[in-house]
C-alpha cells in the first residue's frame, strides 16, 4: 500500500464507522425528544424492540 492512500477495506471501515455513530447521533437524539414530551425510558424500550422485530 502507497504511503498517505487508503486502501479500499480501510475506506469501507471508516465509512460503516461514521455511519455507526450518525445513527448513533439519531437515536439518541430520538430517545431524548421521546422521553422529554412525557414517554418512559421503558415505553422507548418496548418499541424499539417491535420495531427491530417487525424488521426481521
Given at each position: 500500500m502507497a504511503q498517505g492512500r487508503l486502501c479500499n477495506r480501510d475506506g469501507l471501515i471508516l465509512t460503516a464507522m461514521v455511519l455507526t455513530e450518525f445513527?448513533?447521533?439519531?437515536?439518541n437524539t430520538l430517545v431524548?425528544?421521546?422521553?422529554s414530551k412525557g414517554l418512559?425510558?421503558?415505553v422507548v424500550l418496548v418499541y424499539s424492540y417491535e420495531l427491530y422485530n417487525v424488521g426481521s
Amino acid at each position: 500500500m502507497a504511503q498517505g492512500r487508503l486502501c479500499n477495506r480501510d475506506g469501507l471501515i471508516l465509512t460503516a464507522m461514521v455511519l455507526t455513530e450518525f445513527s448513533n447521533v439519531g437515536v439518541n437524539t430520538l430517545v431524548k425528544s421521546l422521553t422529554s414530551k412525557g414517554l418512559t425510558a421503558c415505553v422507548v424500550l418496548v418499541y424499539s424492540y417491535e420495531l427491530y422485530n417487525v424488521g426481521s
